[in-house]
């Protein structure tokens, strides 16, 4: 089995549990989980966006997926930035600096061996926010934060709902500054209260 194909039955494993918990509480319960998850899901996202899903998970999905962003001759290296300090403030310090870092690693080290070995790509990280591309044929990608709020409305009313930290995961040409692809999944980190959720990625 190669690096990617237990990326994506690890990751699939996550989304199947999720939206199966869901699914048998109304909604109301979600599994707990954790950034190493997100760190699963992260890859995941990101090879698929840019390599494409797997032929065994296209043809499972039975629908047509965007086409990969990496193309020699177009598009062949990709820097990422993650907003470590807005999902601090976001998480209200429930999500920790360190693990966003080692967040990074993962996805850096993971993916980058994923793009090398499948298409001779490479990825490297940069601070957040990015300066200027230089590398020409380059995209990217940034990790920022967003939150959504969750439980009934009669929860929220009380004050007892529950702020989720998504990841908005964005693919951009730097060259026209032309947003490519976006996506939000959950990080796995309640904001209110630090409790560790997770819901099926969008």
Known sequence: MTRRQALTAAAGAL????GAFAAGCGGQGIPRSTLADA????????????????PTRRSLSGSSADAPLLKKGVYESVVLAIDIDGFVRAARGSI???ELRALE??????SGKVL???????????????AA?????????TLTPATEEGGSPEARAAG?????????????????????????????????????????LR
């Open 15 to 18: 989304l199947i549990t999720a």
């Open 39 to 54: 760190s699963l899901l992260t890859q995941q996202t990101l090879l698929d966006l840019l390599l494409g899903p797997p």
């Open 96 to 98: 920790k600096p360190n």
């Open 105 to 110: 690693k993962d996805v850096l080290n993971g």
């Open 116 to 130: 090398q070995r499948e298409g001779g790509y490479s990825l490297r990280g940069t601070a957040y926010p990015p």
């Open 133 to 141: 591309v230089a590398e020409p044929k380059a995209l990217l990608v």
């Open 160 to 200: 007892k709902g529950v702020t989720y930290v998504l990841i908005r995961l964005t693919v951009t040409d730097p060259a026209t500054g032309a947003n490519l692809r976006v996506r939000d999944y959950y990080s796995g980190r309640d904001a209110a209260t630090g409790k560790v959720t997770m819901k099926r």
